[in-house]
Antibody
Framework: QVQLVQSGAEVKKPGSSVKVSCEAS????????FNWVRQAPGQGLEWMGR????????NYAPRIQDRCTLTADTSTNTVYMELTNLKSDDTAVYYC???????????WGQGSLVTVSS | DIQMTQSPSSLSASVGDKVTLTCRAS??????LAWFQQKPGKAPKTLIY???TLRSGVPSRFSGRGSGTDFTLTISNLQPEDFAVYYC?????????FGQGTKVEI
């Protein structure tokens, strides 16, 4: 089990950046990997990327790989998703999902709403 | 990239029914397939991983089958709390991908 608590809602201007945090409890960060998934209003789930804290390695979806950076801070047991050059269609709820080292999905964070509006 | 296609996109059912949802991958994903349940305004919840392994705490009326390209999620004896949207996801290769979801409604 891993419990994940995400940062709060944000309103951003087009062209700016956002950094969403996901704090894990239930073991050291290096015990897990983390997916980031987003959901635009009324739409389905979109996989954004995966972070492996113990290796400091991340994989990204091609669609956002030039604007997205996934990082981890093992001292605070927190993973981060930063998205730059925000556009209106980045408006979505962003979720982190904790997985075991062999990619078994466990628990989801509660979600963080990011609204991009001028 | 692997495309995941779910069918049907929605279905109507009644309490006590048995329903089967289908997920098809455009390429083989072995058994690296998960199912998630999402209720309105809530985060998704993990139901099944490895195509057929029930997550701890998930009721046994949920079951998953399949490998390769064709997968099913069956809900036996549908309960009121099961009305939700269900997503499949492949985690065999990158980029990982979700199906578009199946809405189970009354």
């Amino acid at each position: 089990q891993v419990q994940l608590v995400q940062s709060g809602a944000e309103v951003k201007k087009p062209g700016s950046s956002v950094k969403v945090s996901c704090e894990a409890s239930g073991g050291p960060l290096n015990k897990y990997t983390f997916n980031w998934v987003r959901q635009a209003p009324g739409q389905g789930l979109e996989w954004m990327g995966r972070m492996i804290p113990i290796l400091s390695v991340a994989n990204y979806a091609p669609r956002i790989q030039d604007r997205c950076t996934l990082t981890a801070d093992t001292s605070t047991n927190t993973v981060y998703m930063e998205l730059t050059n925000l556009k209106s269609d980045d408006t979505a709820v962003y979720y982190c999902l904790g997985l075991t080292e062999d990619l078994v999905p466990l628990d989801w964070g509660q979600g963080s709403l990011v609204t991009v509006s001028s | 990239d692997i495309q995941m296609t779910q069918s049907p996109s929605s279905l109507s059912a009644s309490v006590g029914d048995k329903v089967t949802l289908t997920c098809r991958a455009s390429q083989g994903v072995s058994y690296y397939l998960a199912w998630f349940q999402q209720k309105p305004g809530k985060a998704p919840k993990t139901l099944i991983y490895g195509a057929s392994t029930l997550r701890s705490g998930v009721p046994s009326r949920f079951s998953g089958r399949g490998s390769g390209t064709d997968f099913t999620l069956t809900i036996s004896n549908l309960q009121p709390e099961d009305f939700a949207v269900y997503y499949c996801q492949q985690y065999h290769s990158y980029p990982q991908s979700f199906g578009q979801g199946t809405k189970v409604e009354i």
